[in-house]
């Protein structure tokens, strides 16, 4: 079964660093808004970002504003989530997935394929 | 934002039984296009989640006929017709129509 891979989890210091990535093959890439879902322990899903197919529109939980970018790659098939200023409160597991169709970064028939995640633990 | 609240939190379901689960929306999840974005999500245990339903009744491929969804509006449900081990997991509801994209808390089905 087709599905993302997710790498560049880890354990992190608050204010801290991470560069996620998800590679995605044989899902035609280009054709899909990307986005990143995380899930804190024991917690539910919430969504965090996603990207316009040729990553010209790009939309944030407010919590993360400011502070994370996500960008792709399309010649690599590849989805990347820039962390910076990290806080407790990011630990979780990071899920990539896809979506056919945004409207100003509200995604319809939304998150038909997940990756498995990765972690991210922010902790001194 | 749109605030999805999900009943009962925790589901205690006998094998062969059905289930039944409520999402209510605190608004109106119909969009401009006159579809109705509101997804089901299954998390099994230690695995990611998976899509079930999308626009409130229609099945992803692979997802057994004994899964249903219907609603309309702000209310939604999906129902397990006899439940199986398989099941067992937790189920949120997901809305696509309102900014930001928002899910339920989560109903955490176990097998009595």
């Known amino acids: 079964e087709v599905q993302p891979v997710e790498s560049g989890g880890g354990l992190v210091q608050p204010g801290g660093s991470l560069r996620l990535s998800c590679a995605v093959s044989?899902?035609?890439?280009?054709?899909?808004?990307m986005t990143w879902v995380r899930q804190a322990p024991g917690k539910g899903l919430e969504w965090v970002a996603n990207?316009?197919?040729?990553?010209?529109?790009?939309y944030y939980v407010d919590s993360v504003k400011g502070r994370f970018t996500i960008s792709r790659d399309n010649a690599k098939n590849s989805l990347y989530l820039q962390m910076n200023s990290l806080r407790a409160e990011d630990t979780a597991v990071y899920y990539c997935t896809r979506a056919p169709h945004c409207f100003n970064g509200v995604c319809q028939n939304a998150f038909d394929i997940w990756g498995r995640g990765t972690m991210v633990t922010v902790s001194s | 934002d749109v605030v999805m609240t999900q009943s009962p939190l925790s589901l205690p379901v006998t094998l062969g039984q059905p289930a039944s689960i409520s999402c209510r929306s605190s608004?109106?999840?119909?969009?401009?296009?006159?579809?109705?974005?509101l997804n089901w999500f299954q998390q099994r245990p230690g695995q990611s989640p998976r899509r079930l339903i999308y626009?409130?009744?229609n099945r992803d491929s692979g997802v057994p006929d004994r899964f249903s969804g219907s609603g309309s509006g702000t209310d939604f449900t999906l129902k397990i017709s006899r439940v199986e081990a398989e099941d067992v997991g937790v189920y949120y509801c997901m809305q696509g129509t309102h900014w930001l994209i928002t899910f339920g808390q989560g109903t955490r089905l176990e097998i009595k």
């Open positions: 990207i316009k197919q040729d990553g010209s529109e790009k």
């Open positions: 608004q109106s999840l119909v969009y401009s296009d006159g579809n109705t974005y």
């Open positions: 626009k409130v009744s």
């Open positions: 044989g899902l035609s890439f280009s054709n899909y808004w």
